[in-house]
């Protein structure tokens, strides 16, 4: 936004664009600033997880507890969600977790880049989960496993007709699941930078400042819970894969 009386210029979805980490043409191949904070998000939990159970001591350190609290949690979330049987995938929801749970922190970081605002990100992760759990539904149970979309407890008139939009909601999955992160995660540091444009002018700076503390506490919220909505989100399906019955 532009004002030519000499007013602020500001564009709160240039921190979005990906750029080349050296320069030159954007490829598929090249290095950009979205792949160097997805590495260092990769690098963060293994360093977390690596030194945090590295002791194993009786009494935890604040590293290691921050480890067996993640591990905890996660493992009590696949238990409670898909049951005992899906114990089994749990190291694969836990680096889902994980890995958007940091990217998503280390995006709050000045100057940082959020990869997870980013729908080819998102969508990647998503459709991950997807063809994962139906893949693994099939396996599992067979042809049986599309009795997922036959109400059976439905009055048998109804039950095609709710067979064909259970069908249409499976297949949205992937969609929902990918732009719930994307769009919350985007719609956050576009606002706090909206703020932050407005920071500059004087008789409204403090307003600004408050309202970017606020923003900021709440992203880091948000940071959390999108990371476990899209974890609990996933259970959801696994258990869903795994005991297909309406």
Same mark, same amino acid.
């Given at each position: ?38 590495a260092l998000a990769a690098l963060a939990i293994t360093a977390l ?63 940082? @880049?959020?990869?997870?605002?980013? =729908? %080819?990100?998102?969508? /990647?992760? $998503?459709?991950?989960?997807?063809? +994962?759990?139906?893949? !693994? ?60 444009? @407005?920071?500059?002018?004087?008789? =409204? %700076?403090?307003?600004? /400042?408050? $309202?970017?503390?606020?923003?900021? +506490?709440?992203?880091? !919220? ?25």
């Amino acid at each position: 936004m532009a004002e030519e009386t000499g007013g602020l210029t500001f564009h709160p979805m240039d921190q979005f664009v990906v750029k080349p980490l050296f320069g030159g043409e954007l490829n598929w191949y090249t290095p950009t600033n979205a792949t160097l904070w997805m590495a260092l998000a990769a690098l963060a939990i293994t360093a977390l997880l690596v030194f945090g159970t590295r002791g194993r001591a009786i009494v935890p350190n604040r590293l290691q507890s921050i480890a067996e609290l993640l591990y905890g949690m996660v493992r009590k979330m696949v238990e409670d969600v898909a049951g005992k049987d899906g114990l089994k995938y749990f190291p694969y929801v836990m680096t889902l977790f994980c890995f958007i749970l940091f990217a998503n922190f280390l995006a709050l970081l000045p100057k940082s @880049f959020s990869p997870t605002s980013h =729908i %080819a990100v998102t969508a /990647v992760l $998503a459709v991950m989960v997807f063809l +994962g759990v139906t893949i !693994l539904g099939f396996v599992k149970n067979g042809a049986h496993f599309l009795g997922l979309f036959w109400v059976s407890s439905a009055p048998l008139a109804l039950r095609p007709i709710l067979a064909v939009i259970e069908l249409i909601s499976y297949f949205v999955r992937p969609v929902s699941h990918s732009i719930r992160l994307a769009g919350n995660i985007m719609a956050g540091h576009a606002v706090i930078k909206v703020f932050a444009a @407005f920071a500059a002018i004087a008789a =409204i %700076a403090p307003i600004s /400042v408050v $309202a970017i503390t606020a923003m900021y +506490g709440l992203e880091v !919220l948000v940071a959390l819970i999108q990371a476990y909505v899209f974890a609990i989100l996933t259970c959801v399906y696994l258990k869903d894969a795994l005991h297909p019955a309406h």
